[in-house]
Nanobody, 116 residues
Framework: QVQLVESGGGLVQPGGSLRLSCAASGSAFSTYHMRWYRQTAVKQRELVAVITSGGITIYGESVRGRFTISRDNAKNTVFLQMNSLKPEDTAVYYC??????????WGQGTQVTVSS
């Protein structure tokens, strides 16, 4: 069982930065692929970034070059550094943990609002 708690969301002006964190409880954090998704009331859930258990990173096209995903296995935490934020990045951001052939775990989400 893995519990995930996101933090770091908030209100930021266009062009600004935020760093999201996702703290995981439970054991074997390093064996999970960690993912960030985002969702708005009018758009489908969108994959933002993935970092595999081996450290390989994958980004959604809309955030590539602006967002960076990283993980600290010693602290059971995954991060999402978001730079050059745009109003269209406004969404609830969710953290997810996944291992092959297992059900994914999800956090409760953190709101990011990009507005002047």
């Amino acid at each position: 069982q893995v519990q995930l708690v996101e933090s770091g969301g908030g209100l930021v002006q266009p062009g600004g930065s935020l760093r999201l964190s996702c703290a995981a409880s439970g054991s074997a954090f390093s064996t999970y692929h960690m993912r960030w998704y985002r969702q708005t009331a009018v758009k489908q859930r969108e994959l933002v970034a993935v970092i595999t258990s081996g450290g390989i990173t994958i980004y959604g096209e809309s955030v590539r070059g602006r967002f960076t995903i990283s993980r600290d296995n010693a602290k059971n935490t995954v991060f999402l550094q978001m730079n050059s934020l745009k109003p269209e990045d406004t969404a609830v951001y969710y953290c997810s943990a996944l291992r092959p052939a297992e059900e994914a775990y999800w956090g409760q989400g953190t709101q990011v609002t990009v507005s002047s």
